[in-house]
Every structure is written in structure tokens, then in C-alpha cells.
């Protein structure tokens, strides 16, 4: 029989799938004899059952009531016992952690009588109230669907009535008072009661929180954070400790480093008199974590020894979330935290020097996404002038973008291609469709733990948070500051999330700590010896190579200072570009041979030139120099443009220009209807004569003088598009011959190695056939991808991918993420063919997806021998080879 429910003394943290990560790590905390108030997990499997059917899987009730028993027990009281109750929490816990993205209702089991018992068995009316009124305001609104904002009005009006600052300030008989409004406003707004059943309330906030699984702020967040659909959430459920009991109790949020920077030390926040909502919901401005050592010094001494075991234990960096009721410490969740970039790189190399972990886990907990915004430009501090505002730096980076005030506006201008910075006076889980809009999030109020925060740093995102010299009107859709700057929406602002500051205008942008290293090796921070660390060990353990796509010796240069192997793939066309064109025009428009020679005559020292430069660059490494790929229609002017410009000379009775009307001829004739599917490629080279031994020439005779300089050129040749055997065949005869000339003239025997792309799914299918005109093979997933799917390149990101990513088609373009099962399948095949009929065929690729984390890992699997990326992805694409080998 399935088995739905798990006492917490009965799992483990290996459970996480069928437990969630908050059940599994409150097993394991248990089992580590910390002090976790007793409780059970129903199974995430429970929950897949009850979304598939729409029914409460069968016998999952019978044994939560079985457990509820054991705990009722435990705890010698009954839930909802009418004169001492024993109340439990209901909250969500997903396999990976969403935080604030599901449902949570604490207090279940007080009910219009067990409040005057719990008021009795406490002591304190006011206790037993205020725990009421969050039941009901948290049930109402997860539960039973009302908007919660309608509870906050009344709170707000209450408070304001009686002059109460914050909601420390409302008596018994205010709570009691707001009982019964928040009762009246459920049954306004449902039609139905607020039950006052124990058992009817724990059975109907189980099944609410397995349905906010399929809430949208749970599925944006998924979607975005690539977390399966079908995982389901756990629930656990588990006896209330009360943070609310008085100014000796109070809840805090704590990590055990800065997840910010990675800096040791403990690091939080706390609130006294408070349940565990209010800490990140900041309503109340929490204090320091280290301020509890003198509120309570006992709890604070334990709570630190309790940090300690864990991460000692979890060899990592944790979040706990803890309540201290009445002097006595409960720990009520832990987890491996969310962390900055920067912090993960930093902890990863203090916890291998702290002897904790080895340099390979240190290797998998980084990640090559995270380099790439540690490579981001920073704000130029020399030029910011005074701030605007100072506030915490929970999630950093430099952002600028009009400020918005509300989540939808932000959504609106994102789509409209405005960048945004969305400022709140804190966040909540219904302003997640604004942070994921925005560039930026700033809040007024909140600590680095607030949701705000949290959210932001999962998600990348640059925050700064609890800026409280800001007063956010939200209605009004402006901030104030307090020298009296008053910040309308739509205004430009700079938000540095690396110090917490807030400038008004464009702050101009300066290289990172982590970019400089790369491209001098300084070392100047704790993050950035982690980066360099963690490159290191990669390098050390990777098996793929890694190249660049460049095609300048610029570029070449950079990729080399990066850390590039070799060239992976030189795109000659934009050589064609510029004043050149103008060459391009003539081979195009030749009517005779001669005419046609001298016009390629005429661009052979400028193609020579490029290609000394570049070899001369990556002196010693392979370049792979690619032929002429565009339709050639692409390098003459536009259509629409000439033919305007005949028709202006036509109405003013003058003559055409006769060359315009020459070039809109040979435009005429060269239009395709699909040009990415027409002339280019190697057809290009097998119809235009004289363009393959031009280019082909131009690289032989770039060696020559690279040799004769004392260098040493690898240069290889690639011919790309082919989908045929015989295809190559001729382009390759076509540049032996040339090969064979250039040897003979200069008396330098060449040899360059000559391969071809795999771009269009014949390639693939024939590789075996190609693999035998083929001395490399170089897999070009841009085109790969665009036929196989059938996807224009250039169209679709722009025409329909939105509404695919929406439906979930895919969960990332696939011209960003290769598709494993489709094109992927094409590779796996041209690279087994390929290498059983030329064993010692070199195989690479140089599409987009060379420098992209998840793609690395594929290539590295499929058997590739190396990535080709631009220049600044080629740390990301070591990095990442690193940890695909591990
Ligand atoms: C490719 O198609 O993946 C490729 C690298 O070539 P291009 O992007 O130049 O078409
Ligand atoms: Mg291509």
C-alpha cells in the first residue's frame, strides 16, 4: 500500500523528493537531536494524486488523523482541545525551494472556543487573539480565496483608529473585535463560514496548499527557475511554537555566512513577539540577529551552537528559520541556502581551505550562469555622486531602469522594451511577475532576509532593500527622499546592489573584480579568488577543449587572455563589410571573368591581411577559418532603399543613376524568398567561381608570411552548410588545388587541415559519408537547430517563443539550451558515424550553444572534443567543462 505520511522522526534529507526539502530537513534536524517541535509530512506523492484526480487520494486522511493522533499524544492535549488546544502549523515544502510561492496557515485548531482555552492555559488573552486573527486571516485568504488585501484594510483601519503604530499596540478586545470583522468579511465574500472544526480546518489547508502548487505565482517561479510542473509539493504539518507570546518570544530568519557576499559570520534577523510570517513579511522593521545576544542571551548562545552542527553537518552554507517561545529555542526549518554568485564562489573556496569539502564539490556548487553575471560591468563608483538613498545590499549588481510602483506596470513597460526598476515598500509573493519584469528590485522596508531579498538573490537579480531614508508612495507612484527629491515613476534610476545604494539617472558602467582578473589576473577580493579557484580545478579536470568564435585579432587576443584554445570558428564575412563592400559589389555585378578576377584580386591582400592578424593572435593554436557563409544578396544594398532612390530621380525627370539601377537588377535577381535556405554555404562556393581559391589563397598566403615571421599558424579550413558527400568533395578539391599552387609558388609545404560544418540534418544523417572528405567536424547548432525545427532563426524569438515558454513547450528557447532529444539525437548520431568511419575525426561546435551551462555538459557527453563560444563566454564554457567531467 502507498504510504502518504511520514513522521518526521521517520525520514531523512535523502528524502527530499518524496518529502519536499522543508519535511526532509526537519527529519534530518530531528535525527540531529535538534530541538524541532514534534510533526509529520504528508508526501509529495500525495499531493501528485490529488492534482491528477481533484480528490484526496484514498487513505491519506485516515492516516494524517492516525499521525494528528501521535502527535495529539505527544503533545497530551487534543488538537483544538476546548480548554488547552494543541494547534499546528500547515505549510508547503517542495523538493526545491520556492520560497513564498505556496501556502502556509499557522494556528490551525483555535476555533470561537478554544481561543478562551488557549487564553486560559496561556495566560494571555491578548496571545490567544492575536493567534486567532492570523488563523483566520491566513485561512481566509488561502483557504477560502479572499483577497488578502482586504484583511490588511481592516488591520490598517483598525490601526489607525486606535492610534496604534503597529499591530504591538491592539489590545485583546481590538484582535477579538477583528476576529469577528475578518469572520463577517469571509462570509461576504464566500457565502460560507469560516469552519470551526479542527479537523475540517487541517484537512481543507492540506489540500489548499497542494493546490497553490498550481497557483500562478508558483508557476511563474517555476518556469523561471526550470523546476518541473509535476514534482508536487509536500505538506507538513507540525505543533505550534509561538513567537507571539510575548516580548520574551519572537521569530528570526539566520544564515550561517552573508549569502550576499559568502563573508563567515553569522548573519539575520529577528523580532520579538512575533510568528514566523511577519519576519519576511515586513510588517515590523525586524533587529540584527546579533541583537538577540542581548535580548536573550541563552537562546542566542544555543542558536549558534545549533548553526554550527548544521553546517557542519550539511557542509554548507544553511538557512534556519527559529522561534524562541518564552526563553525556550525551536528550530523549525532548515535548508542548504539561495546565495549570491559572488557568495557561492567565495564559500565554495573557504569551505575546501576549511578542510570541509574537496576542490570537486566546490567545483559543482559553482556554476557557469553565475560567472556570467559576476562578469557584468559594475556601476563606475568614482562618478556616482551622492546616493539617493542607502539600504541593504541583499542581491548584487549594477541595474538601471525607470522606477515603477506596482508589478503589473512593470510588467507592461518590460514587455513594451523599457528596462524597469521596481520600488516597494517591501514585496510579497504577488509582485513576482514585477521581479521577474524588472532589472532591478528596491524595497523601503525589509532586511536582507525579506522576501524581497530572498526572491532577488535566487532569481540573480540585482536588490537593494530596507532603504528606509525612502518614502515609497505607492498610490501616488513616487518615491521622496528626505534632502526632499521627489522620484516620479518613469524617472531613470541606477540601483547598485553590490553596496546598497540608489542614484538618480545612468550611472556609467566599469569592468568587475572578476573581469579584471580575467584579463590580468589580479586577484582583489575573496569572490574573486574563488572564481580564479574554481577555474583552476577545471581546467585541471576538464576533458573538452575550449575555442572562441572570433574574427578579429581583437577578439582573438581576448578570448586568448581568457583562458581560448585555439579558434573554433572565424566567420570571414564581416570581412566582406564597410568600404569593402564596394569590392563585393563589383564580383557580384562582373559580367565577365576578367571583370570578376579582378574584383576578388582586389580583396585578396585585405582577406590576407585579416587572416595574419588573426593567426598571428592565436599563434601556436588551430583557427578555424570558415568560408564565405552569407547569401551574397546580403552584402548589396537594400531593395526598398535603391528603388526608392530610382523612382525620387524618375519624378524629378532626371536619369537613374545607371550603376543604382544596375545594382537593383542584380538585387532582383539574386531576391530568394528563403535565404537562409538558398545560396550560401558551399553552394556559394560551388557557383560563384573564383570565391573559394580567393579566400582559400589568401589563408594559404597568410601562413606563408606567418612562417616565414618565426610563428607557428594552425590554420584549419571549414566549409559550411554541406549536406551532401559530394558537396564537400568539390570544395575541398577546389582548396587542395589551390593548396598545392600556393605550396608550389612560395616552396613552403601547407598543410590545413579541411573539414566542415554539421548544420543541416543530412549532414548529420550522412556523417559517416561526409566523415570521409572531412578531417574535422564542427557541429553548427545555430543552423542545426533552426532546420531541424523548422524555426527561422532570426523570426521566432520575436513572433511566437513567448507564447511556446508560456505553454511550456520548452522551458528555454532552443536556440539557447540545445534540445537534447531532437538535436541533440542528430549529433550523438553524425558523432558516432563520423568517428567509425575516420577514427581520428577532431569533432567541435561553434554555435550559440558552445557557451551555454547546460549545453556544455551535453558535448561533453556526446564525446565533442571541444566548445567554441565568443570570447566572453569562454570562462563560463571552462568552467562548466570542468564540471561536466566531474
Ligand atoms: C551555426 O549555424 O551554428 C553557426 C555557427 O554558423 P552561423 O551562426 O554563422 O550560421
Ligand atoms: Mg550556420
Redesign the pocket.
Known sequence: MVRYVYEFTDGGRDMADLLGGKGANLAEMTRLGLPVPSGFTVTTEACRAFLASGSEPEGMLQEVSRHLSVLEKSAGRLLGQRDDPLLVSVRSGARFSMPGMMETVLDIGLNDESVLGLAKASGSDRFAWDSYRRLVQMFGSTVMGVDSALFDEAMTLLKETREAPDDLHLDANDLAWLVETYKRLIHDQTGQEFPQSPAEQLRLAILAVFRSWNGERARLYRRREHIPDDLGTAVTVQRMVYGNRGTDSGSGVAFTRDPATGRPGLYGDYLSNAQGEDVVAGIRNTVPLADLERLDADSYRRLLDHMGTLERHYRDLCDIEFTIERGTLWMLQTRVGKRTAEAAFAIAAELVDEGQITPEEALARVGGDGLARLMFPRFDTAVTGDALAHGLPASPGAAVGAAVFDSAEAVRRAAAGEKVVLVRQETTPDDLPGMVAAEAVLTSRGGKTSHAAVVARGMGKVCVCGAEELTVHTEARRFTTPDGTVVEQGTVISVDGSVGAVYAGEVPLVASAAMRYLETGEESDSVVAGVARALQHADSVRRLEVRANADTPEDAARARRFGAQGIG?C?TEHMFLGERRKLVERMILARTDAERDQALNALLPLQRQDFAGILEAMDGLPVTIRLL?PPLHEFLPDHTELAVRIAAAEARGEQPDPHDVELLDAVNRMHEENPMLGLRGVRLGLVVPGLVAMQVRAIAEAVVARMRAGGSPEAEIMV?LVGAVEELRLAREEVERVLAEVTAETGVPLHCPVGT?I?LPRAALTAGRIAEEAEFFSF?????TQTTWGFSRDDVEAAFFSAYLDKGIFATSPFETLDRDGVGRLIRIAVDEGRAARPDLKIGV??EHGGDPESVHFFHAAGLDYVSCSPFRVPVARLEAGRAAL
Open positions: 570558428l566567420r557563409d559550411p560544418m548544420e553548427g547548432t545555430n543552423d542545426l561553434c554555435g
